[in-house]
């Protein structure tokens, strides 16, 4: 019988209203990764209906979604109608995500077809849907289904950018389903949002991360100890926020985040390369990564030798580009909000500033650093300073928290222009 009451009860014995999420599934190959996406779910407290399509239960079958997620599982309108499950199951929803979707369910969506339960369910949903997009290259390519996902943004729905990868057979490209860890973290951050709506849908940020490597030779580089964590926290929560998200790493060793456009640099160059391209059609910049003030001269082709007896030879330093300073006097696209970081170690708020009124940017994070402070941890403390005067102090906590206060502030801007 298909029920939608959703009531669990608590370790303690007492009865809570579990977050109610519906799992959609649609007939793509990637439809046996969901399985990992449902444990994480029911695992951490949410209570999952899944939903397929009748092509997914040629890859995944019913007994499997109703073992991992304890609901029976139906793909049709007609089953126990007496209890309307084509129009509760969604008025029920807290979220509902669809993972995979395929390229047809899009279709569907985007027009309004309600032919099978999922369909339905996504009429009545009146909570954020997040779409997980898995198709070949060509298909997600193709102009029929750009504007099938240029409609659902535009609805409020968040549609993640699929992943770069190996697909079936032999292909790769882009259209592999995300890793069913990070579409959780996505989820986690819709459902931690509530009802806000999808705030960034239709924008694209370019955000930068980690930290730029200059090569001394070529075992040693000059670098800094950030890890990009706080740039990837931009970059997952803007991404649940509905944004078109492209991420420029600099040598950050963590997983690409689901639904963002990751670009990989080394040096501080090969970054000023990425972000003036990236730029162009941008509607905030982002710029969280540490980039190295200067670069060896020369670069020794051979490692640099230590010589007995001999005190080693000075290296002699080129300053890098100031990217933050460029791309906030160029602002390729009108209305560009542009945000700075500063790390600094002593009178913060002063030096930060300074360096707002020299880079010429709307925004800049100010933040104490230190080698056991901010860097390479989960945490961070703030304060973010406008080109307009005011001061947005965010207390010590997760970095995705200074993150979301981040992206509030350049949706503030962006809405001005």
Same mark, same amino acid.
């Given at each position: 019988m298909v029920s939608h009451e959703w009531i669990r009860f608590a370790s303690r014995g007492e009865a809570v209203d579990k977050p109610k999420v519906v799992l959609g599934v649609s007939g793509g190959i990637a439809a046996y990764k969901a399985c990992e996406l449902l444990r994480r779910l029911t695992e951490?407290?949410?209570?999952?209906?899944?939903?397929?399509? $009748?092509?997914?239960?040629?890859?995944?079958?019913?007994?499997?979604?109703?073992?991992?997620?304890?609901?029976?599982?139906?793909?049709?309108?007609?089953?126990?109608?007496?209890?309307?499950?084509?129009?509760?199951?969604?008025?029920?929803?807290?979220?509902?995500?669809?993972?995979?979707?395929?390229?047809?369910?899009l279709a569907r969506a985007a027009h309004g077809m309600a032919d099978d339960l999922l369909t339905n369910t996504l009429l009545t949903a009146r909570c954020p849907v997040v779409f997980a997009p898995a198709m070949h290259t060509e298909m997600w390519e193709h102009p029929a289904t750009r504007e099938n996902v240029a409609t659902l943004r535009r609805r409020?729905?968040?549609?993640?950018?699929?992943?770069?990868?190996?697909?079936?057979?032999?292909?790769?490209?882009?259209?592999?389903?995300?890793?069913?860890?990070?579409?959780?973290?996505?989820?986690?951050?819709?459902?931690?949002r509530g009802t806000a709506e999808a705030d960034l849908a239709g924008r694209h940020v370019v955000i930068s991360a980690g930290g730029t490597r200059e090569p001394l030779d070529p075992v040693r580089f000059l670098g800094n100890r950030s890890s990009g964590k706080q740039g990837y926290a931009l970059a997952r929560t803007a991404a649940a926020r509905g944004a078109r998200v492209t991420l420029l790493s600099a040598n950050a060793?963590?997983?690409?985040?689901?639904?963002?456009?990751?670009?990989?640099?080394?040096?501080?160059?090969?970054?000023?390369?990425?972000?003036?391209?990236?730029?162009?059609?941008?509607?905030?910049?982002?710029?969280?990564?540490?980039?190295?003030?200067?670069?060896?001269?020369?670069?020794?082709?051979?490692?640099?030798?230590?010589?007995?007896?001999?005190?080693? $030879?000075?290296?002699?330093?080129?300053?890098n580009p100031?990217?933050?300073?460029?791309?906030?006097?160029?602002?390729?696209?009108?209305?560009?909000?542009?945000?700075?970081?500063?790390?600094?170690?002593?009178?913060?708020?002063?030096?930060?500033?300074?360096?707002?009124?020299?880079?010429?940017?709307?925004?800049?994070?100010?933040?104490?650093?230190?080698?056991?402070?901010?860097?390479?941890?989960?945490?961070?403390?703030?304060?973010?300073?406008?080109?307009?005067?005011?001061?947005?102090?965010?207390?010590?906590?997760?970095?995705e928290g200074l993150a979301d206060t981040v992206w509030d502030l350049v949706v503030e801007r962006i809405d001005r222009g």
């Open positions: 951490s407290g949410h209570d999952v209906r899944v939903v397929p399509t $009748d092509s997914a239960l040629h890859f995944v079958g019913a007994a499997t979604w109703s073992a991992l997620s304890g609901h029976p599982v139906s793909t049709e309108v007609w089953d126990d109608v007496h209890e309307v499950p084509h129009v509760r199951i969604g008025q029920d929803a807290d979220l509902v995500v669809i993972a995979p979707a395929t390229a047809d369910l409020g729905a968040i549609v993640v950018e699929p992943a770069v990868g190996r697909l079936t057979g032999v292909d790769t490209g882009k259209g592999r389903l995300p890793d069913p860890a990070e579409i959780f973290e996505i989820c986690r951050r819709v459902l931690a060793a963590l997983a690409d985040p689901a639904g963002v456009d990751v670009v990989h640099v080394g040096t501080a160059v090969q970054l000023r390369e990425a972000v003036l391209k990236a730029a162009t059609d941008a509607d905030a910049v982002v710029m969280a990564a540490a980039v190295a003030d200067f670069r060896p001269t020369q670069y020794a082709a051979g490692k640099i030798k230590k010589k007995d007896g001999q005190e080693p $030879d000075p290296i002699a330093l080129t300053r100031d990217i933050l300073a460029e791309v906030a006097a160029e602002r390729p696209r009108a209305g560009q909000v542009v945000v700075g970081f500063a790390a600094e170690t002593d009178e913060v708020l002063v030096n930060g500033r300074a360096k707002l009124r020299r880079k010429g940017c709307d925004l800049l994070v100010v933040n104490e650093v230190g080698e056991r402070k901010t860097f390479g941890s989960e945490e961070n403390e703030a304060v973010v300073l406008g080109a307009d005067g005011s001061e947005t102090p965010v207390p010590y906590g997760p970095k």
